[in-house]
């Protein structure tokens, strides 16, 4: 999302400020992002495009430090240290003192070529990873409850861009106060459990519905496996697909022109568009429903008996909410759209 007000930038600034933990053991892997112990404001309102290029910055002073420290010299000499060091980052977890098994039969090469290393290698990287999560992850939260809503309010989003069907307001109930609130549910595009350092970059947060985020995405590498950003100019993906009906069967009817576009193929399947759109069957029925009723030989019936009515004014009396659809506010706008031009206008 876009911060363009500046009174709501300095807000934010001040939040992160105020919040931002002073008290652990500080890293710099961040280089010019991050100074005196603290994200730079360059960090906080990054640009989407430029934030792929942080998380390889991250990366490589990680690895460049890990490196010239001589404590891990047999590690290093196996060809998965690289993506070894990588991947313990991304899915060690900070309350647990354990790795996966999964993870440690991936990299078992490396953890033979000296246990005692690769142990405090895991010491070393649990710590890095305590202090980017406790730190950033806990502002992100500081900057959820305080800015949410003035951030999706300056955005005008009002409905999930994964998946374009549902509203992304979240009630929660305050029991202190018995009151109610409102709150977005902020997806991390870059999921935070695994780069906790673009917790707080606005641009990496994603209003979304709570199918989408935490029952469909969860925790999916998107730096690795490439998917649209639906708030990105030319990659929302409803404005290339097409929906089709037949049978009573709802399709996505160009599937095949995304056969070479791996991203959008990605998108499709994470957020399963393609089954849960062929779902809403009830899109047909009111749409059949209405034309039923209201064949083109019936609209020339009441044309002749109201004979000022036109073709034009009485289609939009009738189809109203499809012909004027408000793609910004309207659940399942494009199938909306698509199946009242197959069952209406075709």
Avoid: W
């Avoid at 003035?150 to 106060?177: A, F, G, M, Q, S």
């Amino acid at each position: 999302m876009l911060v363009k007000d500046e009174d709501l930038k300095n807000s934010i600034l001040k939040t992160i400020e105020v919040n931002f933990s002073k008290n652990l053991k500080s890293f710099n892997f961040l280089g010019e992002y991050e100074v005196d112990n603290k994200p730079t404001k360059d960090l906080i309102f990054c640009s989407y495009k430029k934030l792929g290029s942080i998380i390889d910055v991250f990366f490589i002073s990680l690895l460049e430090q890990i490196k010239k420290n001589s404590t891990y010299h047999f590690l290093i000499k196996d060809d998965k240290f690289d993506q070894c060091v990588k991947d313990l980052f991304k899915y060690i977890t900070v309350k647990s003192n354990t790795v996966s098994k999964v993870l440690l039969k991936e990299y078992v090469s490396v953890k033979n070529r000296n246990n005692q290393q690769f142990e405090m290698l895991i010491i070393y990287i649990k710590s890095i990873k305590k202090y980017y999560s406790y730190n950033y992850i806990s502002c992100y939260t500081k900057l959820r409850n305080c800015h949410a809503p003035e951030i999706l309010d300056e955005n005008k989003i009002h409905l999930c861009p994964y998946c374009k069907r549902n509203y992304i307001n979240i009630v929660t109930i305050d029991k202190k106060k018995n009151d109610l609130h409102i709150k977005p549910d902020l997806d991390h595009y870059y999921a935070k459990a695994l780069y906790p350092f673009l917790a707080i970059s606005i641009e990496n947060l994603i209003p979304s519905c709570q199918t989408c985020n935490s029952r469909l995405k969860k925790e999916k590498d998107f730096y690795i496996e490439k998917h649209y950003q639906p708030l990105i100019k030319n990659e929302d993906i409803f404005e290339q697909i097409e929906f089709g009906y037949l049978d009573d069967q709802i399709y996505i009817k160009n599937l095949e022109d995304f056969k070479n576009n791996q991203k959008a193929k990605n998108t499709i399947e994470t957020f399963h568009i393609k089954e849960v759109y062929s779902s809403h069957h009830e899109v047909v029925f009111s749409l059949k429903n209405k034309y039923k009723r209201y064949t083109k030989a019936n609209r020339t019936q009441l044309k002749k008996l109201l004979p000022t009515l036109t073709e034009s004014v009485l289609l939009d009396i009738v189809f109203y909410e499809y012909r004027h659809i408000n793609k910004k506010t309207e659940p399942l706008y494009k199938l909306k759209k698509d199946l009242y031009k197959i069952i209406v206008e075709s």
